[in-house]
């Protein structure tokens, strides 16, 4: 076997296709929603559980929590991407326009760019003249702008996906606090609590290669302290009342 079928062999499994950076970034954005969901309502129903031994109040307190944040992580991103997409609308029409007012200048802007990155001043026309031949808008989007022209965001993707990942992880400390017995609830939400972020530490770091023990142990932390202010406020909010 020659050394280019080596390395065609060895990289095959490498996901080189035009979108996988953009699911991957969706994929991540659903575990850190999930992880949300997951710290934000273990927090509230932990804190009511601390201040009362009345089931359907935790119940209650966990679903409002719940409602309300993946309402408004959806509403967030659906606000924060509508705005990401109007701005590259805006600067794709501005760099159609300039394509075609000043194709010739836009041409040397494009070698420039290639240029810069390394390739001789020939080779980076010819490139230039290549890619404009060809799609001009395309290739202008992506390397000025970073923009692909052909997968711009989606405000509605963003805001389903934010609401699904939300509840999805709110739902493991609702149901870990109200489906066990009084007397164990709290640690079994705990417990549950614990391993959901230990999930999603793992998975959120694997996606961005960072070290694994690292995410893991600060999420987890984090959710622990959390729980533990909460149930504080809420234990102390019970015997001021009672």
């Known amino acids: 076997m020659t050394e280019t079928q080596d390395a065609t062999s060895m990289h095959a499994h490498e996901p080189h296709h035009e979108g996988f950076g953009s699911r991957l970034n969706w994929l991540r954005a659903g575990v850190l929603g999930a992880n949300d969901g997951i710290v ?10 601390g ?5 359907i109040a935790v119940l209650m307190a966990g679903i409002a929590g719940l409602v309300a944040g993946a309402l408004s992580m959806a509403g967030g991103e659906y606000v924060s991407v509508s705005t990401q997409r ?3 609308r805006a600067m794709l029409r501005r760099e159609k326009e300039e ?3 000043m194709p010739e200048a836009e041409e040397r802007e494009l070698a420039d760019i290639y240029q810069e990155k390394g390739l001789s001043p020939e080779l980076a026309a010819q490139v230039a003249r290549a890619l404009t031949e060809k799609d001009a808008l395309q290739a202008h989007a992506q390397a000025e702008l970073g923009i692909d022209p052909d997968e711009l965001t ?3 993707q963003a805001a389903w996906a934010s609401l699904v990942a939300f509840s999805i992880g709110a739902l493991l400390p609702l149901l870990a606090i109200t489906l066990p017995p009084l007397s164990w609830r ?3 939400c705990v417990l549950a609590v614990a391993a959901g972020l230990f999930l999603t530490g793992y998975v ?8 694994a023990r690292r995410a893991v142990l600060r999420n987890v932390g984090v959710g622990l302290l959390t729980m533990l202010v909460t149930y504080g406020v809420g234990a102390l909010f019970g015997v001021a009342v009672h």
């Open 86 to 88: 109007d701005t590259e």
């Open 204 to 211: 959120s770091a694997r996606l961005g290669d960072a070290r």
């Open 40 to 49: 934000s309502v273990a927090g509230i129903v932990v804190g009511v559980a």
């Open 154 to 156: 989606s405000p509605w």
């Open 99 to 101: 394509l075609k007012t």
């Open 51 to 55: 201040a009362t031994t009345d089931h």
């Open 186 to 188: 709290i640690w079994t």
